[in-house]
């Protein structure tokens, strides 16, 4: 079996932090046998678009050009699962620019799929707590994105009833 990464960024404030962050990645990626696509790599970039981000030396922003509406709040979520490791992330933006940011470790296996839906889940539930009005919603995954936008049929339709009742 062939494993890829997928969405992976090695972020550091120095050079020579830089490169040790390298090679433990490089050294984790051939214990479990992952690959990466080289057409996708790029090394050495100090500001990049990545996603709905901008990574840069100060930290991570939304892209201001993936934000179509200025009086709706933003939910960027992400999640990944490698092996044990289970992560989500999300980044929660008002039409003010106040930025909410939450990033946590699953406690259970989950796939990459799940672990995408997770944070979702997750992000949705913040927005609720918060009494957050018009959203708009981003996230890399086409099967998550056309399950909340209706545009794909869900294998499961209790997922997608409990997504859009949770709206």
Same mark, same amino acid.
């Given at each position: 079996?062939?494993?890829?990464?997928?969405?992976?960024?090695?972020?550091?404030?120095?050079?020579?932090?830089?490169?040790?962050?390298?090679?433990?990645?490089?050294?984790?990626?051939?214990?479990?046998?992952?690959?990466?696509?080289?057409?996708?790599? !790029?090394?050495?970039?100090? #500001? $990049?678009?990545?996603? /709905?981000?901008?990574?840069?030396?100060?930290?991570?922003? %939304? *892209?201001? &050009?993936?934000?179509?509406?200025?009086?709706?709040?933003?939910?960027?979520?992400?999640?990944?699962?490698?092996?044990?490791?289970?992560?989500?992330?999300? !980044?929660?933006?008002?039409? #003010? $620019?106040?930025?909410? /940011?939450?990033?946590?470790?699953?406690?259970?296996?989950? %796939? *990459?799929? &799940?672990?995408?839906?997770?944070?979702?889940?997750?992000?949705?539930?913040?927005?609720?707590?918060?009494?957050?009005?018009?959203?708009?919603?981003?996230?890399?995954?086409?099967?998550?994105?056309?399950?909340?936008?209706?545009?794909?049929?869900?294998?499961?339709?209790?997922?997608?009833?409990?997504?859009?009742?949770?709206?």
């Amino acid at each position: 079996m062939d494993v890829y990464v997928d969405d992976m960024i090695i972020k550091s404030k120095t050079a020579s932090t830089h490169m040790a962050g390298l090679a433990e990645t490089f050294r984790m990626l051939k214990r479990f046998n992952m690959h990466l696509n080289i057409s996708k790599c !790029i090394f050495g970039v100090s #500001s $990049r678009k990545f996603l /709905e981000f901008i990574i840069h030396q100060r930290g991570i922003d %939304t *892209n201001p &050009e993936k934000e179509h509406s200025k009086g709706a709040w933003t939910l960027h979520v992400d999640g990944s699962a490698i092996i044990e490791v289970i992560g989500v992330g999300l !980044i929660l933006k008002s039409p #003010s $620019r106040e930025t909410y /940011e939450r990033s946590f470790r699953l406690q259970f296996r989950a %796939t *990459n799929n &799940e672990a995408k839906y997770e944070a979702l889940l997750h992000g949705l539930c913040l927005t609720l707590e918060m009494h957050v009005g018009d959203l708009e919603v981003f996230n890399d995954s086409q099967l998550l994105m056309g399950h909340v936008n209706r545009s794909y049929k869900a294998r499961d339709p209790t997922m997608v009833q409990y997504l859009t009742e949770t709206r």
